[in-house]
């Protein structure tokens, strides 16, 4: 388990980009590899990317638009998020899990989340 807090979210209007952070109070990164979930109202949460030492993943509707990086000094990853739209309101969450393969499920430790609101 590693304590998880993510930060950056805010409303922006559609077109603008931002930058979601993931920390670990405490803990390293290092040894995991990390997630970022969305949940939309009403909706379920679904999968955006992960990052791990081996490979990163998007999902596709933000390939091209989102990106992961890992600050190893910072202790922390960043998604970088350009180009937003609508449909990318929602809250999102960083996850932490051991594993550097599977990345779209598993994940055993969950951030409180951030809010992310994209206006027309």
């Known amino acids: 388990q590693v304590n998880l807090v993510e930060s950056g979210g805010r409303v922006v209007q559609a077109g603008d980009s931002l930058t979601l952070t993931c920390d670990a109070n405490?803990?390293?990164?290092?040894?995991?590899?990390i997630g970022w979930f969305r949940q939309a109202p009403g909706k379920d949460r679904e999968f955006v990317a992960a990052?791990?030492?081996?490979?990163?993943v998007y999902e596709d509707s933000v390939k091209g638009r989102f990106t992961l990086s890992r600050d190893n000094d910072k202790n922390a990853v960043h998604l970088q998020m350009n180009n937003v739209i609508p449909e990318d309101t929602a809250i999102y969450y960083c996850?932490?899990?051991?594993?550097?393969?599977?990345?779209?499920?598993?994940?055993?430790?969950w951030g409180p989340g951030t809010q992310v609101t994209v206006s027309s």
């Open positions: 996850a932490a899990t051991p594993d550097s393969y599977a990345l779209r499920s598993g994940y055993g430790s």
């Open positions: 990052i791990s030492w081996i490979t990163t």
């Open positions: 405490g803990d390293t990164l290092r040894r995991y590899s």
